[in-house]
């Protein structure tokens, strides 16, 4: 277990490895993952939101609640949260520093129940990032930046086709990222990226533009 105690700026290069680990993110290990099926593919890039407790940031708990580690006694609102085994593959703070608890190679528990053209169990052919937030409150400009430098770097390790909300791979049990979080502010920061790559890179510039992104929907609707 890495549990490392460095906290890289959010303007370290964010680089994944053939281990599935990004360098750039903050390591923080959990026990709740298990490997892929074989054949599945990495295809899906899920986008959630988290706060422990609810609406209020900064503190140990989603990570302590990734890592099997929760105090639920230092919050009664934790306390419904006994038991439960749950993970991301990555973790976007407020101030846009990224925490990683499973190695995209392995399959992390975020998705639950879910389904994504007529494919179940989502959580076998996803990566999930969770943003530090509500559904009710903007997300900041600093996680968007870090999500679209994220999601770039994911695309160059593995063949990512489309990125969806929680809400819509699970409708009806799931309202993340909500109504707050602009899908467009998103799609224009991962543009501006990839076109700054246009440079010596043209085919892998052009294989990134065919993500697929849940666009002409009201923010995340």
Same mark, same amino acid.
């Given at each position: 277990? +890495? +549990?490392?105690?460095?906290? &890289?700026?959010?303007?370290?290069?964010?680089?994944?490895?053939? @281990? *599935?680990?990004?360098?750039?993110?903050? $390591?923080?290990?959990?026990?709740?993952?298990?490997? $892929?099926?074989? #054949?599945?593919?990495?295809?899906?890039?899920?986008?959630?939101?988290?706060?422990?407790?609810?609406?209020?940031?900064?503190? &140990? %708990?989603? =990570?302590?609640?990734?890592?099997? $580690?929760? !105090?639920? +006694?230092? @919050?009664? =609102?934790?306390?419904?949260?006994?038991?439960?085994?749950?993970?991301?593959?990555?973790?976007?703070? /407020?101030? *846009?520093?990224?925490?990683?608890?499973?190695?995209?190679? @392995?399959?992390?528990?975020?998705?639950?129940?879910?389904?994504?053209?007529?494919?179940?169990?989502?959580?076998?052919?996803?990566? #999930?990032?969770?943003?530090?937030?509500?559904?009710?409150?903007?997300?900041?400009?600093?996680?968007?930046?870090?999500?679209?430098?994220?999601?770039?770097?994911?695309?160059?390790?593995?063949?990512?086709? !489309?990125?969806?909300?929680?809400? %819509?791979?699970?409708?009806?049990?799931?309202?993340?990222?909500? &109504?707050?979080?602009?899908?467009?502010?998103?799609?224009?920061?991962?543009?501006?990226?990839?076109?700054?790559?246009?440079?010596?890179?043209?085919?892998?510039?052009?294989?990134? /533009?065919?993500? $697929?992104?849940?666009? *002409?929907?009201?923010?995340?609707?």
């Amino acid at each position: 277990m +890495n +549990n490392s105690t460095s906290n &890289p700026p959010p303007s370290a290069p964010l680089l994944l490895g053939a @281990d *599935g680990w990004c360098a750039g993110a903050r $390591r923080y290990d959990s026990p709740y993952f298990d490997a $892929r099926p074989a #054949g599945a593919g990495i295809s899906l890039l899920v986008v959630h939101n988290i706060s422990l407790p609810a609406g209020r940031f900064g503190g &140990p %708990h989603v =990570s302590d609640l990734f890592s099997g $580690r929760l !105090d639920y +006694n230092a @919050d009664p =609102s934790l306390a419904g949260l006994r038991g439960l085994r749950v993970s991301s593959h990555f973790f976007i703070r /407020r101030d *846009g520093r990224l925490v990683q608890y499973v190695s995209c190679n @392995d399959k992390a528990w975020h998705a639950g129940v879910s389904m994504f053209h007529g494919r179940e169990r989502c959580n076998e052919f996803s990566i #999930g990032v969770e943003l530090e937030g509500t559904d009710d409150l903007p997300f900041e400009p600093a996680q968007y930046a870090t999500l679209a430098a994220l999601t770039l770097a994911l695309q160059e390790r593995y063949p990512l086709r !489309d990125v969806q909300g929680h809400e %819509h791979i699970a409708p009806g049990r799931k309202t993340d990222p909500g &109504p707050c979080f602009s899908w467009e502010k998103y799609i224009v920061s991962w543009m501006h990226l990839l076109n700054k790559k246009a440079s010596g890179a043209d085919a892998l510039v052009c294989a990134n /533009r065919e993500l $697929r992104f849940p666009v *002409g929907l009201p923010e995340s609707q």
